[in-house]
């Protein structure tokens, strides 16, 4: 998934990406930063919060970087959400058990914001492979805190349709092919909010 906004953005800029001469050819890139550190890729697409930072760890120095935020691009897509069937939001018990989970969430998040060193720790505690690190957690606390910075969970439309038009324009593969119907609802989120 992180290869859509870069797919839709080279469609913007007119650029293949297929290869060739004029163009660039896109490798398929795990959640890690390999590609670039064993320079079998020449750019790689990052989180803020996480892979950048895998980035820097491995010894190159951020002014060494050069950083192209899909935001600023025009092709950035929304991440995370809670995700239902539609015939799901016509049981009432089972919207009251969904807000309960989003308002909780976002309690959650902001007890996080508040004792990043406490919620690094829970990371560390439960980290079955021994591979996270207490100053990469932190880290990436902290840029967690500034995406979520004042959001109580809401969908903002405007991000939706960014993300729409984002999937929409992949060049020659697009994600979607059409602009979904029904798609998003702030049902759940009101509901969250008013308890």
Same mark, same amino acid.
């Given at each position: !998934?992180?290869?859509?906004?870069?797919?839709?953005?080279?469609?913007?800029?007119?650029?293949?990406?297929?290869? %060739?001469?004029?163009?660039?050819?896109?490798?398929?890139? %795990?959640?890690?930063?390999?590609?670039?550190?064993?320079?079998? /890729? +020449?750019?790689?697409?990052?989180?803020?919060?996480? @892979?950048?930072?895998?980035?820097?760890? /491995?010894?190159?120095?951020?002014?060494?970087?050069?950083?192209?935020?899909? @935001?600023?691009?025009?092709?950035?897509?929304?991440? +995370?959400?809670?995700?239902?069937?539609?015939?799901?939001?016509?049981?009432?018990?089972?919207?009251?058990?969904?807000?309960?989970?989003?308002?909780?969430?976002?309690?959650?998040? /902001?007890?996080?914001?508040?004792?990043?060193? @406490?919620?690094?720790?829970?990371?560390?505690?439960?980290?079955?492979? =021994?591979?996270?690190?207490?100053?990469?957690?932190?880290? *990436? *606390?902290?840029?967690?805190?500034?995406?979520?910075?004042?959001? +109580? =969970?809401?969908? +903002?439309? /405007?991000?939706? @349709?960014?993300?729409?038009?984002?999937?929409?324009? !992949?060049?020659?593969?697009?994600?979607?092919?059409?602009?979904?119907?029904?798609?998003?609802?702030?049902?759940?989120?009101?509901?969250?909010?008013?308890?």
């Amino acid at each position: !998934g992180n290869e859509y906004p870069f797919l839709s953005w080279m469609s913007q800029l007119g650029i293949p990406t297929e290869g %060739g001469e004029d163009g660039v050819t896109v490798l398929k890139q %795990g959640f890690n930063v390999d590609p670039l550190l064993q320079k079998q /890729a +020449d750019c790689i697409s990052t989180m803020t919060y996480n @892979e950048y930072w895998q980035v820097i760890d /491995a010894g190159i120095p951020a002014e060494d970087l050069v950083v192209f935020k899909y @935001e600023d691009q025009g092709v950035s897509t929304m991440e +995370d959400g809670l995700y239902v069937l539609e015939d799901n939001l016509k049981d009432p018990a089972f919207v009251d058990k969904m807000a309960r989970f989003v308002k909780a969430s976002m309690k959650g998040w /902001a007890y996080a914001r508040e004792n990043p060193d @406490e919620s690094a720790e829970i990371v560390l505690e439960n980290d079955d492979t =021994g591979a996270q690190t207490e100053k990469h957690q932190k880290r *990436m *606390m902290g840029e967690i805190n500034k995406l979520t910075e004042g959001s +109580d =969970g809401t969908l +903002d439309p /405007a991000d939706y @349709e960014r993300t729409v038009k984002t999937l929409l324009s !992949g060049g020659s593969d697009p994600v979607i092919s059409k602009e979904p119907e029904g798609a998003w609802t702030h049902e759940i989120t009101d509901k969250a909010k008013a308890m």
